[in-house]
């Protein structure tokens, strides 16, 4: 099992950026995908980003390409989130996730965070 701390969230102008963090304990950490994942007020939580076990494939929801890049640092247990040109309807909270398969492929992901606010201000 993983544990997770995300951090990072707060309040940003449109147009603006945030990197949030994650760090992971309890197991090793190349053994899984990571992933971030975000829910908005009466909406249905969302697939973001995934990055593979050694960073070298990643994966983004269309509303994100271009915008959003996820990393990892092995070395030091982390996965980071960094979101740029920063709209309106990307507030939400968002979970950074873990699971030992490719993310974008399982129905439900094994290990969540628990959750940083984003608030994206017009």
């Known amino acids: 099992h993983v544990q997770l701390v995300e951090s990072g969230g707060g309040l940003v102008q449109a147009g603006g950026s945030l990197r949030l963090s994650c760090v992971a304990s309890?197991?090793?950490?190349?053994?899984?995908?990571m992933g971030w994942f975000r829910q908005a007020p009466g909406k249905e939580r969302e697939f973001v980003a995934a990055i593979s076990w050694s960073g070298d494939r990643t994966d983004y929801a269309d509303s994100v390409k271009g915008r959003f890049a996820i990393s990892r640092d092995n070395a030091r247990n982390t996965v980071y989130l960094q979101m740029n040109s920063l709209k309106f309807e990307d507030s939400a909270v968002y979970y950074c996730v873990a699971d030992e398969i490719w993310i974008p492929a399982v129905r439900s992901v094994d290990f969540w965070g628990q959750g940083t606010q984003v608030t994206v201000t017009s």
């Open positions: 309890g197991d090793t950490f190349s053994n899984y995908c």
